[in-house]
């Protein structure tokens, strides 16, 4: 065999063991990685870039130094649902009328718009307080037509003190049109609410109310109770969430809506979700914000 074959041989070789060395601590390198890689890779998964949200808008506060610990379109304006009845309890408890005086559901207040189903029938009586219940619980929308009619001066006087509530507040990029959030026009932001929020939870009746999980309330026939479940399963104390205020809100023009106060890592965080799809969609969410926000302090504890 000619010396310049047996050479191209001998290189050809070389260059195969050389590529058999390269693939094996490829492997190797993939079965035993530096510990700090994953460090690495972990603190990047906490970038918010890296939290996936179906919510189209969400805001995250930090209440205890008004920090914005996480933002995606906070400026956009949104159909809000009956997300707008929290600031119909703000109107109501402020207004000073009794929450004992006894309201009965009218015809007027039965949705003509939308033909949503409500637990109230026209004629069902029940003290303020309890209609206040229904609406901010079970986000009855008969219940918040009622509270809004049952005002000094009526639907419209309510309305307007409503969006006169809202400049108050500096909540510049928000309108109502009725007390129920049945009307698309009933508009928001993301910033816009998460002022709203910050306010009413102050309200220790709203704390209450939005916070438990389900209420029986003696408006079916013949004085029977009726249970009314809030349209927030975190409510509930298997949720393992430590909520101070909640509320959701649907209509097909707004998608899932979902705004909070909750304890995380024991720092009061306001969480506002809008325009999300799917059943569940704004509840993953939330989950995925404060799962996203416990291990974002874990990591950051362990890099001081």
């Known amino acids: 065999m000619k010396r310049s074959h047996r050479s191209t041989i001998i290189v050809g070789l070389v260059a195969l063991m050389g590529l058999l060395l390269v693939s094996s601590g490829a492997q190797a ?22 939290m996936a949200l179906l919510s189209s808008t969400a805001l995250v506060v930090d209440q205890s130094n008004g920090q914005v610990v996480y933002s995606k379109n906070p400026e ?6 009956s997300i707008t009845k929290l600031m119909t309890a703000v109107v109501v408890l402020e207004s000073g009328q009794a929450l004992d005086e006894t309201l009965t559901v009218d015809s007027a207040d039965v949705d003509m718009l939308r033909f949503s189903r409500s ?15 229904m609406a901010l619980i079970a986000s009855e929308n008969r219940a918040a037509a009622a509270l809004g009619r049952s005002y000094p001066g009526g639907r419209s006087a309510f309305v307007a003190r409503m969006n006169e509530q809202a400049q108050r507040l500096g909540m510049k990029d ?23 929020v910050a306010t009413a939870v102050k309200v220790p009746l709203i704390h209450e109310i ?6 029986e309330i003696p408006v079916g026939f013949g004085g029977h109770p009726v249970n009314f479940r809030n349209t927030n399963p975190l409510v509930s104390a298997q949720s393992g969430w430590e909520i101070g205020l909640s509320k959701t809100g649907f209509i097909n023009e707004s998608g899932q809506c979902l705004v909070m106060q909750a304890t995380i890592n024991a720092r009061p965080m306001v969480i506002v979700l809008l ?12 989950n995925r914000v ?8 874990q990591t950051t504890v362990g890099q001081l």
Do not use: K, M, Y
């Not at 928000?174 to 709203?196: I, K, M, P, Q, R």
């Open 29 to 50: 390198a993939r079965h035993h990685r530096h510990p700090h890689h994953f460090q690495r890779s972990a603190v990047q998964n906490f970038d918010p870039a890296h």
């Open 210 to 215: 939005t916070t438990t999980a389900s209420a």
């Open 76 to 81: 956009l304006i949104h159909p809000i649902a």
């Open 119 to 133: 637990h109230l029938r026209v004629g069902a009586r029940a003290s303020r307080l309890n209609f206040l219940r």
């Open 275 to 286: 325009d999300s799809h799917g059943h569940h969609a704004r509840i993953n969410d939330a």
């Open 174 to 196: 928000t309108h109502f049109e009725d007390s129920t959030g049945l009307s698309s026009n009933n508009v928001s932001t993301a910033h816009d609410l998460a002022l709203l």
């Open 290 to 297: 404060r799962h996203w926000l416990e291990a974002r302090s």
